[in-house]
């Protein structure tokens, strides 16, 4: 079933109208499947007219549907040979941030990624995306073996921030970010980051400091979630489409800003309708951007990675 979203309203009543309809054709004798065709045909021209578009905050509930495919699903549909490597081997293990060996169409990677779940039991156990300092420090040891080993290094990030509790800031969460942050800058083997949902904060910059960082269409980008903003500059998360929209997190800002490199389209609907395209369609681009990296000698990658960031938001 699928999950509609507020703004989604119109949409669903007329699915619910579509569904209405096969049911009563199930149990009479009258055709009626020219008018079923009729009204598909007027539910997806709805949806597409729709996600033309999408204001920032309506993207932003988008990149947070329930149904949005995240690292797990990308995994299943996408790469081959997925080898998981947990720990931090200074403190513990982080189900919010999973890495690992995998293959991308032939091509052996180092994948790292947030994993926000998709149910309570799961989104409890991975924190909502929502990393801890051993779940950077697990991502710094594997960019190194990555290094070590000649591997490029894909990130999927999707995390609304780096997790806040005490605890976290009692095991150094500042540091164990901008260590991972600048380990992502140190690499010598090519890197591609995609944000596939929320890129929330340094919790989604330390993943994706990368010489080529994608986009999925509907994902968000930002320093900090439109409600804290709202709160902070407003004292009401009431604001938060005002500041979704002042703050440029769409794909398509971010894209005119030089932040990303790449717009990766989605599904009609958003990548939610339609998981298994959506990853089709990521790797693809992957595919790509690891090709067009070759086999660069690791000062050139370095270079290309410095003069990246130094030109974001330079017109």
Not at 21 to 41: C, F, G, P, W, Y
Not at 45 to 61: E, G, M
Not at 64 to 75: E, I
Not at 261 to 272: C, L, N, Q, T
Request: proline share 4%; hydrophobic share 40%; net charge negative.
């Amino acid at each position: 079933m699928i999950s509609y979203l507020e703004f989604e309203k119109p949409v669903a009543e007329l699915d619910a109208r579509i569904a209405d309809l096969r049911e009563a054709a199930d149990n009479d004798d009258v055709d009626i499947s020219k008018e079923l065709e009729r009204l598909e045909q007027k539910s997806a021209d709805l949806i597409a007219s729709t996600y033309n578009s999408l204001t920032p905050w309506q993207k932003t509930q988008v990149a947070r549907h329930p149904a949005r495919p995240h690292f797990r699903d990308f995994v299943d549909y996408l790469f081959d040979d997925f080898m998981p490597l947990g720990g931090d081997r200074k403190y513990g293990d982080d189900d919010a941030i999973l890495g690992g060996f995998a293959k991308l169409d032939g091509r052996r990677v180092m994948l790292i990624g947030h994993e926000k779940g998709n149910d309570t039991e799961s989104r409890i156990r991975h924190n909502f995306g929502m990393g801890k300092p051993e779940g950077y420090r697990k991502a710094i040891r594997l960019m190194e073996l990555a290094d070590q080993f000649g591997l490029p290094v894909v990130t999927l990030v999707d995390t609304s921030g780096a997790f806040p509790g005490i605890e976290a800031e009692e095991r150094g969460q500042a540091e164990a970010i901008a260590r991972s942050t600048e380990a992502c800058l140190a690499l010598g083997v090519p890197m591609v980051a995609t944000i596939v949902g929320e890129g929330g904060s340094g919790g989604a910059v330390a993943l994706a400091s990368a010489e080529r960082v994608l986009m999925l269409e509907h994902a968000v980008y930002s320093v900090i979630s439109p409600e804290g903003c709202a709160s902070i500059l407003w004292r009401t998360a009431e604001k938060a489409p005002d500041a979704a929209e002042a703050m440029k997190v769409t794909a398509q800002h971010l894209k005119k800003l030089g932040v990303i490199d790449r717009i990766v389209k989605e599904p009609v609907g958003g990548a939610h309708r339609d998981p298994q395209e959506a990853a089709k369609t990521l790797g693809k681009a992957i595919g790509e951007e690891l090709d067009s990296l070759g086999n660069l000698p690791a000062e050139d990658i370095r270079r290309m990675r410095e003069e990246r960031f130094l030109q974001i938001g330079v017109m």
